[in-house]
């Protein structure tokens, strides 16, 4: 256990390479610096903190997430999400995405599911600057089912043997929407949604963190279509090496939400699991996310990810 007693928090680890609950602090209550300041560094020690019971409703959530950077605020959101306060997204209705392209739930992820790991992301990680952090809390929750996993990806880096470590380390892959997605014969309304609105960058394999100096394996199962300069067989094999072990069981930890549960991740250092043991059970769940900009990754050569199409540095 940690305890910050200048701020009156708690961190508590949760697992032992990711993952602290944090007790001591009311969200809604306008932390004050120095819980601000302990808050930040449990997170980029731990990667995901969690809270529990809070208070916030969208203004209160959006106003603790400005204690942190800027929240994004997208132009497209889902239909449910509040429209007056445009930093606050909601995901209510897990039907929602497939039924916008005519698939029922069951479709939407088989013909999404390329790799046995396909949900494994990093939130909008196909932009040249995907979010530094998301704020998720849960509004509905289901009695059971529907828990979140993260995996720590500086972690998992270091966990690779030294001659891989330094072999990954000069390599570049294309992240991208939509990879893998198997269309529908016919007209297929989410390939037509995918041309018009793509987007795809080349990101550094490893990336430095730009305020930990920490190298993070940027891989994930959602995003990353190729490997560049390797043969399509080699990358798939590489890609599969470095996914299995960005997702070993001993760099993640799991969270049971709760009615009033915080989530707050270092976007640039995790990649996270969206449940999928729920979609066959009749619960609402009810989530709202801000997410704050973030930077475009640097390799460990120094040089920045280049946008390939569709998204440029701070405009959303
Ligand atoms: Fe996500």
Known sequence: ??????????????????????TGVDLAGEPDDAQVA??????????????????LDHAAHVAFARRFGEPVVLRRRGSAS?????????TADRLELGGRFGMDHDEWLRRRRHTLLRGWHCDHGARIDPPAATIL????????????????????????????????SRLRAEH?????????PGDDAYVRHLLDHQIATRHPLVRVH?????????????????ITDLS????????DLLLEQATRPEYTVRFRWQPGSVAFWDNRA???????????????????????????????????????????????
Not at 82 to 90: F, I
Not at 161 to 167: D, G, M, N
Not at 210 to 226: K, S
């Open 38 to 55: 302990a808050i930040r560094a449990a997170v980029l020690r731990w990667k995901v903190v969690f809270f529990r019971d809070q208070k």
């Open 232 to 239: 399509r067989a080699e990358s798939a094999h590489l890609l």
């Open 1 to 22: 256990m940690t305890t910050d007693r200048a701020a009156g928090i708690e961190v508590n680890p949760v697992a032992g390479h990711i993952g602290a609950e944090i």
């Open 210 to 226: 730009p305020e930990t100096g920490e190298r993070i394996l940027n891989v994930n199962g959602y995003y990353v279509e190729q």
């Open 270 to 316: 995790t990649i996270h699991l969206a449940p999928s043991d729920n979609a066959h059970l009749d619960f609402p769940r009810v989530m709202h996310r801000v997410m704050l900009a973030g930077d475009v990754p640097v390799g460990v050569d120094g040089r920045p990810s280049e946008a390939i199409v569709g998204s440029a540095p701070g405009r959303w």
């Open 82 to 90: 509040p429209p007056d306060v445009p930093e606050v997204e909601t």
């Open 176 to 184: 991208r929407l939509g990879v893998g997605y198997q269309p529908r």
């Open 137 to 168: 809390r849960a509004d509905t929750v289901p009695p059971y089912g529907g828990d979140t996993t993260w995996s720590n990806l500086a972690a998992a880096y270091a966990g690779l043997s030294a001659p891989l470590r330094e072999f990954v």
